[in-house]
């Protein structure tokens, strides 16, 4: 079979292409301590290794101090006039700070928000199972979020969206708060309601 010259021509460069594979780029893991001979700076107010206060100190005199102790030079607060710098073991001081980093996160309350969409047709029968499913999760704990959605010409008629906001509110009113009252953004009105009921 006679293949068209042009024909030929593109399978031939489709053959050759060939694309870059991306190289996963390593996230800092925390914020990053300059140590012994990374600190430019003249002096320093050092804390020696026992939590002595040394004063301002040259930067110099404070290398040599941690070097005695066999130690490291660590710069705490960089934004300090002049820096902070204590003497300890930066290995270990790294290890201590990365898991009080991780109980934090442990300790830190996650509220999740669960969305229910809704358009200004909606009926009764849909609204009731979206208050039924809002009832659930703000009993768990969950902040809900009621999303009405206008489409075309009824962005004209906001009223309709913000009365069953409001129909919304009034039903969960005994076991929710409003947290955002209904805000009309773009194509979007919202309501936002967290658990706990108004004092």
Same mark, same amino acid.
């Given at each position: ?8 021509? #593109? ?7 060939? $694309? ?18 990374q600190?430019?700076? $003249?002096?320093?107010?050092? &804390?020696?290794? #026992?939590? #002595? ?10 290398r040599?101090? @941690?070097?005695? *102790? ?9 934004? @300090?006039?002049?820096?902070v ?8 001081f790294?290890? %201590?700070? #990365?898991?009080?980093?991780?109980e ?7 509220? %999740? &928000? ?10 009764? +029968?849909?609204?009731? &199972? ?8 703000? %009993? %768990?704990?969950?902040?809900?979020k009621?999303?009405?959605? +206008?489409?075309?010409? !009824? ?10 906001? !409001?129909?919304?509110?009034?039903e969960?009113?005994d076991? *929710?708060? &409003? !947290? ?17 009921? !108004?004092?």
């Amino acid at each position: 079979m006679n293949w068209p010259e042009t024909a030929l021509v #593109t399978r031939k460069k489709r053959g050759i292409i060939k $694309r870059a594979k991306r190289k996963p780029v390593s996230k800092p893991t925390g914020p990053e301590y300059r140590i012994n001979n990374q600190i430019r700076v $003249r002096e320093v107010r050092l &804390i020696d290794h #026992t939590g #002595t206060n040394h004063g301002v100190v040259a930067v110099e005199a404070a290398r040599d101090i @941690a070097r005695s *102790a066999n130690l490291d030079l660590v710069e705490v607060a960089p934004n @300090a006039d002049p820096p902070v710098c204590r003497i300890l073991d930066y290995g270990k001081f790294v290890y %201590e700070q #990365t898991k009080k980093e991780r109980e934090a996160r442990k300790r830190q309350q996650k509220v %999740e &928000i669960k969305t229910i969409r809704l358009t200004p047709r909606t009926d009764d +029968f849909h609204l009731d &199972i979206g208050i039924k499913n809002a009832r659930k999760w703000l %009993e %768990e704990g969950k902040k809900v979020k009621f999303m009405v959605r +206008f489409k075309a010409r !009824e962005i004209s008629y906001p009223e309709l969206g913000q009365q069953a906001l !409001e129909k919304i509110a009034q039903e969960l009113s005994d076991m *929710a708060t &409003i !947290e955002q009252q209904p805000v009309l953004e773009g194509w979007r009105m919202t309501l936002l309601m967290s658990p706990g009921k !108004e004092k």
